[in-house]
């Protein structure tokens, strides 16, 4: 079934083992994130048996439907609505406000559990996390009173939102703060999680300050690359995920529309540059399924455009000679792998 997503669970074996082989080696346990592929079975599977020191994932949903002795972490902020969930299909959660704190305390002990929080602290990519150090002390001492809420540490999240890349400064803001927080509250913090996939070179390098001794990672292991420049990994493969599209249309058609230019089915008024003729293809897969322009075709065919159920391409260029029913494969990016995964018109398909 067209159109599929092949995921190479053997080349996610590998960058998985090798980012975990660097990062043990340098004292660093690593949350294996699981939101860009929606938690597949076989993919948590591979993180289970290569034993991953965490799972992670954004949505709740997620994390409900895996099932591991391994500690399950929510990644996004705890919402107040769905605490009771939380504290029933997540071991930790990442938190950074009081009220929804007290929530999670009220339903662990309702559930007689205890439910681990990690606050997450802005170092100034200003998405989420607690910006002003009062309140980090503020938070802290409200919450090591809660009888049922297991204070597991603090954490960080960079190069997301405001595109601040980690430097070594920068993390040791961090280990500053797990410092003056065990002094002032005679504690011991467990986890200082230092970034996600962005923190991979200082990691490679050696470079991360002593005191952080966790990394969330799930592009880096996907897609075999760190976040801050976007740079291969060494010895990692980029192609874990691959799309594979059927041809349902192939004519040769002007690239230029014959008649008066309005909206398309998108409400915006197109613009075309005129190539001539050429050999046009459509793709049984579409906006619903994916933004076209995340696609990076193996062959030499250029993406012209898409709607919501059909990517047009130019084959016109190709050495191959496509017939309908031929298959188009893609290379994919981090947003184009997540959005196949969500959508449920795409198959998937394990190598
Ligand atoms: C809070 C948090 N940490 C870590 C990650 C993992 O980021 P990356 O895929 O860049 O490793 C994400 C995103 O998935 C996230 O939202």
Known sequence: ???????????????????????????????????????DHNLIQVLIEENVDYIADSRIENLENISTNIPKVLLRIASFCDAERIVLNSDISLNSELKTIRRLD???????????????IDLGDLREGIFEKSEIFEIIKNIIEYDNIDLKGIGTNLTCFGGVIPTVDTLKRLADIKSDIEEQFSISLDIVSGGNSSSIDLLIQGDIPSGINNLRLGESIVLGRETANGCLIEDTYSDVFTLEAEIIELKDKPSMPIGKIGM??????????????????????????????????????????????????????????????????FKLTYSSILSLMTSKYVSKYYE
Do not use: W
Request: charge should be positive.
């Open 1 to 39: 079934m067209y159109p599929k997503i092949v995921i190479n669970t053997k080349k996610y074996r590998h960058n998985l083992k090798k980012l975990l082989n660097i990062s043990h080696n340098k004292g660093i346990t690593i949350m294996g994130v699981s939101k860009v592929f929606c938690a």
């Open 106 to 120: 009220s339903f662990s002990k309702k559930h007689k559990i205890k439910h681990g929080v990690i606050i997450m």
């Open 264 to 329: 398309n089915a998108f409400g915006k008024k197109p613009i075309f540059i005129d190539k001539g003729n050429m050999k046009r293809a459509i793709l049984a897969v579409g906006k619903q399924d994916v933004d076209h322009n995340e696609l990076i075709p193996f062959d030499s065919i250029d993406i012209i455009g898409s709607s919501s159920d059909h990517i047009i391409v130019d084959v016109t260029n190709s050495a191959n000679t496509y017939e309908i029913g031929d298959i188009i494969k």
